[in-house]
């Protein structure tokens, strides 16, 4: 009988100390996203690295590290972040994207490109993923898939502005003129100078309209 008692307080305490680091884990983790969200990346990281070191096979730990990295442009430490994440959870479309934008930070295009499609594949929902790949094709000069993909921005999200804006330079690198006016005004319609755009998208409206030379 004392042999099963002493057995059940073992399991009880066992129980309990799983229990508080699971607690401690989940504080660290919400503390994080305090810290995110006050930009208060340094911090974040912080609390990222705790609630890692009292669980490390929790995938979201990893990817809130990698996010911190990346605010704070520690792209090849956020990349093996997300990578971690992603060797916990193969199906973490989030971490896809996440890690394909900082890929595409340091000039891994190939590899950016890659996590972009593997990110559309898990979720062929969401508008953000597929600008950022329609942004990378624009850059590596894959304007046919490029357009493809500003189409199935906007077809997703039709008040994604910036997605008017870089499918209107894909139609004016094309000389497809009144499709990028059309786009460029769109642009300005809905964003005006909110990302900062606003002097460069009417700079590239006067050069369409400025007649060519022969």
Known sequence: MKVINFLMMK???????TTLAFSQEKSFIQSAYEAIQRK??????EYYTKAIEKQSNYAPSHYGRGLANSYLEKYSESIQDFTEALNLDRNYHEA?????????KIGNNQAALHDFSKAIELNNTNAAYFYARANMYSF???YS?????????IQLDPNFGLAYYGRAVVYKIEKKKELALA???KYLQMNGDRD???????????EINEPEED
Not at 11 to 17: A, G, T, V
Not at 96 to 104: C, E
Not at 145 to 153: E, G, P, S
């Open 11 to 17: 399991i009880i305490l066992l129980m309990f100390i």
């Open 140 to 142: 590596l000069g894959q």
């Open 96 to 104: 896809y994207y996440a890690r394909g934008l900082s890929n595409a």
């Open 183 to 185: 786009d460029f005004n």
């Open 40 to 45: 208060d990346y340094k911090s974040a990281l």
């Open 196 to 206: 900062g755009l606003q002097s460069e998208v009417q700079r590239l409206i006067k």
């Open 145 to 153: 898939n490029a357009l493809a993909d500003y189409n199935k921005t």
